[in-house]
């Protein structure tokens, strides 16, 4: 059996994603910085083709890399209705380390076009009619492009989706495929199967190899325990189809140039030093047999055909590097690739050693910062309902309640405004009764309404406390004379 026949078994056809592997393999050859068909090539040096391979600048990468930095670093605050909700939630995500694993996803699933954060409960034991709780803890992982297969999608959205996983016990593979889909009822229940071989061919694990293993999970909720993340680009490959564009896919023209400059610099230096001309007399000696005297993997060395004049065995070309031209030509496609992606223009810039990006404050009219809110837009709500899941899954079934009625994501706008004037000028606005104290808690402290309050109390009180360690009475008779 292979993974096409047992989702057919199942009652799905996964032809849309079969179809799509081929962009999937496309993009992550791209993100890896090697792309086999076009980073080897050949060059003849008059005797034989010489393998060579292009250098990369991973601009793929570089530019996936910004993309997660920009959208979820350790400033993004997840706050939830009260304070307390807000640390649990937060010890759980530690836990988790998930600024690590959302940062490291998004910047996969901008490469790529798509990948899910996915909800799961572990140390579950299972008894004859219930399941046992006491040992549950709440788990987040990042799924790849590559495992996921989406089962029932409207208007782009997937909502029901299978995630394939292998694992590797004792020198054997074992494939795990976990569907979460909806019941009458409209809960979500996760389907889970467990087999042993490659994705090709595989067959059902044995009982003893499935011990502790849950094969179904009915979550009782109607809220997804996963949550899809792409870029927000419209899909100008297939607009049918659930999955995202990779940030890059209509740039990859401009990653070839930009290599092609890239290896044409290092080429300049490599072969622009003294060329050498060789009379094929000279190649080589006999002493009973032939022996090269060049290398012949030296591409510096030109054979010439019979027949070159004899007086000039060996000659040299001396030509000048034009190492300034080829910086100049990286530095536009670094231009033309930074506008493609979104960034705006001059986000990157080579300065002959590596490629260095801008920094500073951005203007609230420019491309990267409308690009910015238009990604953060799918994101935020990727990552509320993945918040939400992690919220049920601990209090129904771990042994933490939270409550996350309300979810609020504070996303870093430091690159995007100048965050040390704009909070001189509320101290300010505040000091002048033009502000609330209650306000400026909340924007700069990063701060819900309830935090808000309760350390405005905490302040009120402390204030009490001083006034009276320094012998200030405070007046209780509302303004009357005693």
Avoid at 15 to 24: A, P
Avoid at 193 to 212: H, I, L, P, R, T
Avoid at 291 to 305: A, E, K, L, Q
Avoid at 323 to 340: E, G, R, T
Wanted: aromatic residues 10%; contains cysteine; charged residues 30%.
């Amino acid at each position: 059996m292979n993974l096409q026949q047992f989702f057919s078994n199942q009652g799905y056809d996964i032809s849309e994603k079969l179809n799509w592997e081929k962009y999937i393999t496309i993009w992550t050859s791209w993100y890896r910085g090697k792309v086999r068909k076009f980073h080897n090539y050949y060059i003849y040096n008059g005797q034989r083709k010489v393998k060579m391979e292009k250098k990369s600048m991973q601009g793929a990468k570089k530019v996936a890399e910004d993309w997660a930095d920009l959208l979820f670093n350790e400033k993004v605050k997840i706050n939830l209705k009260t304070k307390k909700d807000t640390e649990i939630l937060n010890e759980i995500l530690r836990q988790n380390n998930a600024i690590a694993i959302i940062n490291q996803g998004i910047e996969k699933s901008f490469a790529i076009g798509t990948g899910a954060l996915v909800v799961s409960v572990q140390d579950i034991e299972e008894g004859e009619n219930t399941l046992d709780v006491t040992n549950a803890r709440v788990k987040l992982e990042f799924v790849e492009c590559k495992k996921i297969i989406p089962l029932t999608w409207e208007n782009g959205k997937i909502t029901e989706c299978a995630f394939v996983t292998t694992k590797y016990k004792k020198g054997q593979t074992y494939i795990y495929i976990a569907m979460h889909v909806k019941n009458e009822q409209g809960n979500y229940v996760i389907k889970n199967y467990m087999f042993k071989g490659k994705y090709s061919s595989f067959v059902e694990a044995s009982e003893e190899d499935k011990e502790g293993f849950l094969d179904k999970f009915d979550t009782k909720s109607n809220i997804p325990w996963f949550a899809i993340i792409t870029p927000n680009i419209c899909n100008n490959i297939d607009s049918e189809t659930p999955f995202g564009l990779s940030v890059y896919a209509n740039a990859i023209d401009t990653l070839k140039c930009l290599d092609n400059a890239y290896d044409g610099l290092d080429n300049e230096i490599t072969i622009g030093r003294r060329r050498t001309f060789v009379a094929e007399e000279m190649l080589s000696y006999d002493e009973g047999e032939q022996r090269m005297v060049f290398d012949p993997n030296d591409i510096s060395v030109y054979r010439m055909p019979k027949g070159f004049n004899k007086d000039s065995m060996i000659e040299h070309d001396d030509a000048n590097l034009r190492a300034d031209q080829f910086i100049n030509a990286i530095n536009y496609q670094l231009n033309v690739l930074s506008s493609k992606v979104g960034f705006g223009n001059e986000r990157y810039k080579f300065d002959g050693q590596a490629i260095q990006t801008a920094t500073g404050v951005i203007s609230e009219n420019s491309d990267m910062f409308r690009t910015i809110k238009k990604h953060e837009q799918v994101l935020e709500s990727s990552l509320i309902t993945i918040v939400k899941a992690i919220a049920y899954a601990s209090t129904v079934f771990g042994n933490q309640k939270i409550n996350a009625e309300k979810v609020t994501i504070d996303f870093d706008d430091s690159i995007i405004e100048d965050r040390g004037a704009e909070q001189v000028r509320a101290i300010q606005e505040v000091a002048q009764n033009l502000r609330s104290h209650k306000s400026y808690i909340e924007e700069y402290r990063d701060l819900n309404e309830e935090q808000a309050l309760e350390e405005m109390e905490q302040i009120q009180q402390e204030k009490m406390s001083n006034q009276e360690a320094f012998g200030f009475t405070p007046n209780n008779n509302n303004g009357e004379e005693e």
